[in-house]
């Protein structure tokens, strides 16, 4: 079955990074859309980055753009999403999620399989 694992969050200093990791399995990757949302207190969960199954291109959300980079390694079947530049405002619960129907990444609800999740927290 799908399956997704989400790893690399901790603590962050505002202009600093994180990288984090969605190791896969149960599908083949390279055929899924694949993304990053996430949910910070009191707030919708939205789309951060997601890469389509269809063409490969990469969606960023605006107030992502320029600090963080989505990455897929389909031999190792793992997803990477670096941040950089961090604001206290990325703070959230920051999920992976796959889905064959390629939806858009601003309709998180469209998509099927999620991982649990990790925590980022940016503060000095």
């Known amino acids: 079955q799908v399956q997704l694992v989400e790893s690399g969050g901790g603590l962050g200093k505002p202009g600093g990074s994180l990288r984090l990791s969605c190791a896969t399995s149960?599908?083949?990757?390279?055929?899924?859309?694949i993304g990053w949302f996430r949910q910070g207190p009191g707030k919708e969960r939205e789309g951060v980055s997601c890469?389509?199954?269809?063409?490969?291109?990469?969606y960023y959300e605006n107030s992502v753009k320029g600090r963080f980079t989505m990455s897929r390694d389909n031999a190792k079947n793992m997803v990477y999403l670096q941040m950089n530049s961090l604001k206290p405002e990325d703070t959230a619960v920051y999920y992976c999620?796959?889905?064959?129907?390629?939806?858009?990444?601003?309709?998180?609800?469209?998509?099927?399989?999620w991982g649990k999740g990790t925590q980022v927290t940016v503060s000095s």
């Open positions: 890469i389509s199954g269809a063409d490969g291109k990469i």
């Open positions: 999620a796959a889905d064959f129907l390629d939806p858009h990444c601003s309709d998180y609800k469209k998509w099927n399989y």
């Open positions: 149960g599908f083949i990757l390279e055929n899924y859309a």
